[in-house]
């Protein structure tokens, strides 16, 4: 009986250790596996995404916007072709140091984004939106103020030029103070023409860019507005120099309402200021024509001999 029950012991530890073992060795295998998989899954995608926080959050602080990072959508941080590598500074027609440009802006309150608090009004937006969609960070140096015509920048222009050695000058008054304080043309025109042949002593690309249209635009000054617009981007063209570029966001904003059968009053703040929504239309259809016609990649100012039609210091102020 005790014999039995020795060998029926036996047989049952039998059966138990056959089963156990494969199970055993199975699920180790499996486990093995699966936490190899596990282990380095979670891992990659944290990494990945503090290498995205990284390359996004380390971009340089700037004067004026805020910059955006360096990189262009397809060459991400990382990929080999960093923006401050040797090859990127070095390579023909490289912008600035560190792939940062410096925009001196000037004009009045349009430009400035009055009644636009959170976007930061037209060109603010323009240039941020720059940023994210090339390779370059367009640093902003807002000088442009509220009440103010072409002749108010008289004796600092060229201190600001000096100090801040832009790589871009943004020439966008607006025309209406200038119109209000009855501005003749012929000075507008001189002070328009002296800027940008400034700017182009000290060796800043010019990018003229007439204003968004405002209620004045299609009434008080309906006419004389037009005139002056038209006026001012004569005067760029008649450099006839490659570092100077128009960029007629009058005229393109007029087209827009016009085939969209649009009103301005939904756009506007008041009869002289855009509103955001205005702010942000304008900026839509200058980030699109700088896009087509202006060297985003690469802004560098091009040697060689600028023309100007009648060059004069400061102008004439009468």
């Not at 397809?74 to 590598?85: I, K, L, Q, R, V």
């Not at 349009?110 to 960070?137: C, E, M, N, Q």
Request: overall charge negative; aromatic content about 8%.
């Amino acid at each position: 009986m005790k014999r039995r029950w020795q060998m029926g012991f036996l047989a049952f530890a039998l059966v138990i250790s056959a089963l156990w073992l494969p199970a055993s060795l199975t699920a180790r295998a499996a486990s093995s596996g699966l936490d190899g998989h596990e282990s380095s899954g979670p891992q990659t995608i944290s990494a990945s995404v503090d290498a995205n926080s990284t390359s996004t959050d380390a971009s340089p602080t700037g004067s004026g916007v805020a910059p955006n990072p360096v990189h262009a959508p397809g060459n991400p941080a990382g990929s080999g072709t960093d923006a401050n590598s040797s090859e990127g500074t070095n390579a023909p027609n490289a912008p600035a140091q560190d792939r940062v440009v410096r925009v001196l802006v000037i004009g009045s309150s349009v430009a400035r984004g009055w009644k636009d608090p959170k976007g930061g009004g037209y060109l603010h937006r323009t240039f941020s939106a720059l940023s994210a969609l090339t390779p370059i960070t367009y640093d902003v140096i807002d000088k442009a103020e509220p009440g103010k015509g072409v002749l108010s920048i008289r004796d600092t222009y060229v201190k600001w030029l000096e100090t801040y050695q832009p790589q871009i000058v943004c020439i966008a008054w607006g025309g209406l103070d200038d119109l209000y304080q009855h501005t003749p043309f012929r000075v507008y025109d001189e002070q328009v023409r002296w800027q940008i042949q400034e700017a182009l002593d000290h060796r800043a690309i010019v990018m003229l860019v007439t204003t968004p249209v405002s209620k004045a635009s299609y009434t008080t000054y309906r006419a004389a507005q037009q005139a002056l617009m038209e006026s001012e981007i004569q005067v760029a063209d008649s450099f006839h120099n490659p570092n100077v570029y128009v960029f007629n966001l009058f005229d393109q904003m007029k087209a827009y309402l016009q085939a969209h059968h649009e009103s301005i009053q939904p756009l506007m703040h008041d009869s002289w200021h855009p509103n955001a929504r205005g702010h942000a239309l304008a900026a839509e259809l200058l980030v699109k024509d700088i896009l087509a016609k202006f060297p985003v990649t690469a802004p560098v100012f091009k040697a060689g001999p600028s023309t100007s039609s009648g060059h004069t210091e400061g102008g004439s102020a009468s």
